[in-house]
């Protein structure tokens, strides 16, 4: 079993920036790097949405149109964590934001933007921004 939890999310004006965490623990001594890791989110009256995956190694990234250019998806395999650094935001980036991992299903196939593919998920954190 692998946990996930989310941290920093918060309040901010449109136009700031925010940088989420995501720190994995449980059964990831050693494996976490085999891991690929994504963030999703979910507005309110909305379906959850994908927002930004990295591959194991950090090498491959990959966004969601509305997100490209604005926010960047880094990890730390030495910390177990995952970070996704945002800029620029605006009201519309307004929801809940989930941290979720593939626990290394999909190694060596490349990372997914189906939320199917991913297998754990944390409880996710708040992102509220005020225009």
């Known amino acids: 079993q692998v946990q996930l939890v989310e941290s920093g999310g918060g309040l901010v004006q449109a136009g700031g920036s925010l940088r989420l965490s995501c720190a994995a623990s449980?059964?990831?001594?050693?494996?976490?790097?085999?891991?690929?890791m994504g963030w999703f989110r979910q507005a309110p009256g909305k379906e959850r949405e994908f927002v930004a995956a990295v591959s194991w190694s950090g090498g491959s990234t990959s966004y969601a149109d509305s997100v490209k250019g604005r926010f960047t998806i880094s990890r730390d395999n030495g910390k177990n964590t995952v970070h996704l650094q945002m800029s620029r935001l605006n009201p519309e980036d307004t929801a809940v934001y989930y941290c979720?991992?593939?626990?290394?299903?999909?190694?060596?196939?490349?990372?997914?933007?189906?939320?199917?593919?991913?297998?754990?998920w944390g409880q996710g954190t708040q992102v509220t921004v005020s225009s």
């Open positions: 449980g059964r990831t001594f050693s494996t976490f790097t085999t891991y690929a």
């Open positions: 979720a991992t593939d626990g290394g299903l999909r190694l060596g196939i490349g990372i997914s933007q189906r939320e199917s593919e991913y297998i754990y």
